[in-house]
């Protein structure tokens, strides 16, 4: 089938090399032109594991083209993929422009039957803003054509996303046209070739269950953040605690883990746009304000740790960071925790030495001009004459290193780990002092 994408961000350019990967000729428009120029020159300007050779085998089979002629991308597919940004607003509602404008793109130009499917993240009611949009846009042109707004929330992780999208736990359709039902289900075969993933709904619920997915998610985290905090107080181990819990099948294991806040491009943005939804609709979400309420909280705890060890004021210290992407796997900054602890910590007058495996082009761009914050090129050298660590991100690569080596290049042998990473025995045994989330 012909797909265009609209938005080559990290939804869009996965889901478009996915969407090609299985034969579809996908072209991706965006209007970022920095962005499109490396993708037609055989970059790849965001990190994804896989995502590079996919990309580019696929172009080389000449099913996957990248533009920034409009034109081009609504005459191209019979499918207009929206997966442009839909950021917060000041007032916590999700920003609709990117999407709208993309709507309005599209009936500007359409004459004939095409499927819109909303990727994007977006409130509920908004299928019926693209369709009123692009109503309009024919009207004005005076031109009459049947056209479908499906809504097709994405569920992929960044760092893990090709996977996930390639095998996906569910695939979530609102429609309420048979016809365009039909298309999704052939796009998607391939997806699904061991058991049935679609779940067919109204477009208003498949709307809801994207933020319900990501606000239940939000909410287990900011939970165990908070039975962390007061297992630190009671002398608890907040790890055997989760084993403890998450052996129920009822609660399960995922997304149990304690550490330093949730952060990224949507689950801090989709609490709030959920709220604001409710809000809007003369409803106050409780539980969500006390999940946003405790997870900013939570992002100053490793901070009042190195505070009550170091004392207030951190002038002339030199403080090691690792971790600055808001999650293993990606170069993602969105809403890090890393932000608020190396902000925090250079208010307090330290120097932050950072490292992280792939995130460095990123932070540099997000710190430039932050006179306090410089790179390091590994682990070991961010630690070298440091008066503490302080690991923000649990990549894997930070598991598995010498804890005497890092005593050693330490001047002060402190580790604060915001991810539970170490077994405090085996820090302890190196020398470390060792302070985490939740355990004695
Ligand atoms: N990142 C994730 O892990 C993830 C997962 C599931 C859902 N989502 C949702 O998917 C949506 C996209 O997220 P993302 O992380 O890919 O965003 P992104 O910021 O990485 O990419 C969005 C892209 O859209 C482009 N764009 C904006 N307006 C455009 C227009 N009118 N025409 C063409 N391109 C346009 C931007 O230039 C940008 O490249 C959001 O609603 C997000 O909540 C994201």
């Known amino acids: 089938m012909k797909i265009t994408m609209i938005g080559t961000g990290y939804v869009g350019l996965v889901t478009g090399a996915c969407l090609a990967e299985v034969g579809n000729d996908v072209l991706g428009l965006d209007v970022d032109a920095r962005k499109i120029g490396i993708l037609q020159s055989g970059g790849v300007p965001i990190h994804e594991p896989g995502l590079q050779p996919m990309i580019e085998r696929n172009v080389a089979a000449g099913r996957l083209r990248f533009t920034t002629d409009v034109d081009e991308g609504v005459e191209h597919g019979a499918l207009q993929f929206i997966a442009v940004g839909t950021p917060p607003g000041e007032d916590g509602s999700a920003d609709m422009s990117y999407v709208l404008q993309a709507a309005r793109n599209i009936g500007q130009r359409i004459d004939g039957w095409k ?37 097709n929330p994405e569920f992929l992780k960044e760092g893990a996303a090709i996977d996930d999208f390639m095998k996906p736990d569910r695939i979530v359709i609102g429609a309420d046209d048979q016809r365009a039902v039909a298309a999704m289900r052939a796009i998607y075969a391939p997806f699904q070739r061991s058991h049935e993933r679609m779940l067919v709904m109204d477009v208003r619920s498949a709307e809801l269950t994207k933020y319900a997915a990501n606000a239940m998610l939000a909410t287990r985290i900011s939970f165990m953040n908070e039975i962390a905090n007061l297992a630190d107080r009671l002398g608890a181990d907040v790890e055997a605690v989760r084993q403890g819990i998450g052996s129920d099948p009822r609660i399960g294991y995922h997304f149990l883990y304690p550490g330093v806040g949730y952060g990224g491009s949507c689950f801090p943005k989709d609490v709030k746009a959920l709220q604001y939804t409710a809000r809007q609709h003369g409803m106050s979400l409780k539980v969500l304000g006390a999940v946003h309420d405790v997870n900013e909280a939570q992002k100053h705890v490793l901070v009042d740790k190195v505070v009550a060890r170091l004392g207030e004021d951190l002038t002339g210290r030199r403080i090691a960071v690792w971790g600055l992407a808001f999650k293993p796997n990606t170069d993602d900054m969105r809403e890090a925790p890393a932000l608020v602890v190396i902000d ?24 430039a001009g932050a006179p306090h914050v410089s790179f390091a090129s590994s682990p070991a050298k961010a630690c070298e004459g440091a008066d503490a660590l302080v690991i923000v991100t649990e990549w894997k690569e930070f598991r598995s290193q010498d804890l005497d080596t890092l005593r050693r290049k330490l001047k002060q042998p402190l580790l604060f780990d915001g991810r539970n990473l170490y077994e405090p025995a085996l820090a302890r045994a190196a020398g470390l002092e060792y302070f985490s989330i939740g355990r004695p």
Do not use: W
Request: a positive charge; hydrophobic letters at 50%; aromatic letters at 4%.
């Open 115 to 151: 499927i819109i499917v909303d990727k994007s993240t977006v409130p509920v009611g908004t299928a019926d803003r693209v369709r009123a949009a692009i109503t309009a846009e024919l009207a004005k042109r005076g031109v009459q054509t049947e056209f479908a707004v499906v809504s």
């Open 344 to 367: 925090a910590l250079g208010k307090r007058g330290a120097a932050i030495v950072a490292y992280d495996p792939v995130a460095m082009d990123e932070a540099r761009r997000v710190f």
